[in-house]
């Protein structure tokens, strides 16, 4: 049994920046692929990045290449999500998610097991 717990959402100014953290408990030696999603209202929910565990590759959406960098710290079972240059398009509910597969690695929302219930990011 997996749970995910994210934190670090809030409101923030337009250019300005938010650190996200995901903290997983149970079963999470085989986690090997974890990533953050967001839905905005009325917007199917899309993927932000993904890292995978043992190797740390990642993947990015366009929208947010060079803006947002995630990371993992395996000895803390937690993923953080660094978001910069904020912009209001940013604005949504983020979700970290994760999977066992690292060769399914990549910013799709069905390849996705386990979700944690999300942290809201406003972007004024």
């Known amino acids: 049994h997996v749970q995910l717990v994210e934190s670090g959402g809030g409101l923030v100014q337009a250019g300005g920046s938010l650190n996200l953290s995901c903290a997983a408990t149970g079963k999470t030696n085989v986690l090997n692929c974890l990533g953050w999603f967001r839905q905005a209202p009325g917007k199917e929910r899309e993927g932000v990045a993904v890292?995978?565990?043992?190797?740390?590759?990642?993947a990015y959406a366009e929208s947010v290449k060079g803006r947002f960098i995630i990371s993992r710290d395996n000895a803390k079972n937690t993923l953080y999500l660094r978001m910069d240059s904020l912009k209001p398009d940013d604005t949504a509910m983020y979700y970290c998610?994760?999977?066992?597969?690292?060769?399914?690695?990549?910013?799709?929302?069905?390849?996705?097991?386990?979700w944690g219930q999300g942290t809201q990011v406003t972007v004024s």
């Open positions: 998610a994760a999977q066992n597969d690292e060769r399914r690695c990549s910013i799709f929302v069905a390849h996705f097991d386990y």
């Open positions: 890292i995978t565990r043992i190797h740390g590759g990642t």
